[in-house]
């Protein structure tokens, strides 16, 4: 072994060994030095963090404002909006019946009080961005096509899920309602790896 090594130096032209040899050395230097670059994900690790967003999407309080009907839902069960609440032509309701007739600028106290928001409103019938009844698989095909999405682009959705007030509205819903399984900044670093491994669905 030792003899085939040395033989194998020996042959090469002197400039040649020299450069292999600083680079092995300026290799085995920057691997002391420096950490090494975090690893770009994966489609595999894409399609994971995929399943995490989508449970925080089709959770009660997401989903409660993204049905696949015309009437917003309530409660941890998702059972249909009393008072015959309907999505009107531009998601505020209908004449006489708009959301803002009950939902605040904020919660109100209590149990079974509205909660509120200023923007409170499902999405306008022309983009009903439907999360309810969605496989993963579906939910991730749709986010991803701007026929869908209003034209907003995968950046932009995050964009969204970040710094939306109303969306943050779901982290604090008031008395009696669980927030969505994962936090906000999980939710952003998990749709993040989604989006950087390439925005992989599952099958
Ligand atoms: C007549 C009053 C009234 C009107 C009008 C109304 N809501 Fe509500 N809404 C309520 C009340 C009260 C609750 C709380 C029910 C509870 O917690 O049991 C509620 C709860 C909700 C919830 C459930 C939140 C959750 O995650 O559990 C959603 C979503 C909702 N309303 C959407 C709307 C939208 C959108 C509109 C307009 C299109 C609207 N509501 C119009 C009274 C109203
Ligand atoms: C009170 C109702 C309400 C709640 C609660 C709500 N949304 Fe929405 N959501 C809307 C409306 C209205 C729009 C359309 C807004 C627009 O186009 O500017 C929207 C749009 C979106 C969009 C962008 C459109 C698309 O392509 O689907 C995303 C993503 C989204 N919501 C995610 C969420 C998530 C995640 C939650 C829970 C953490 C949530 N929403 C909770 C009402 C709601």
């Not at 969505?180 to 599952?202: E, H, Y």
Request: hydrophobic share 30%; proline share 10%.
């Amino acid at each position: 072994m030792r003899m085939a090594v040395k033989e194998f130096g020996s042959r090469l032209p002197t400039t040649h060994a020299g450069a292999v040899c600083g680079l092995a050395l300026g290799v085995l230097v920057a691997s002391i030095h420096a950490a090494p670059p975090s690893p770009k994900p994966d489609a595999n690790t894409s399609r994971e963090a995929f399943l995490q967003v989508y449970k925080v999407f089709t959770s009660p309080r997401c989903q409660n404002c993204h049905p696949a009907g015309d009437s917003p839902l309530q409660g941890d069960d998702s059972h249909v909006h009393l008072q015959n609440v309907g999505r009107g032509k531009d998601g505020h309701g209908v004449y006489g019946m708009r959301c803002d007739t009950c939902h605040q600028t904020t919660n109100l106290p209590g149990e079974h009080m509205p909660p509120g928001n200023s923007k409170w409103s499902l999405p306008a019938p022309e983009h009903k961005m439907v999360f309810v009844g969605r496989s993963p698989a579906e939910l991730c095909r749709q986010l991803k096509d701007p026929k869908q999405t209003g034209g907003r682009s995968l950046q932009q959705l995050l964009e969204h899920v970040s710094t939306d007030d109303l969306v943050g509205w779901a982290w604090g819903p008031g008395t009696g309602r669980t927030p969505p399984p994962l936090s906000r900044s999980d939710t952003a670093m998990q749709m993040k790896i989604w989006i950087g491994g390439g925005a992989a669905c599952p099958q």
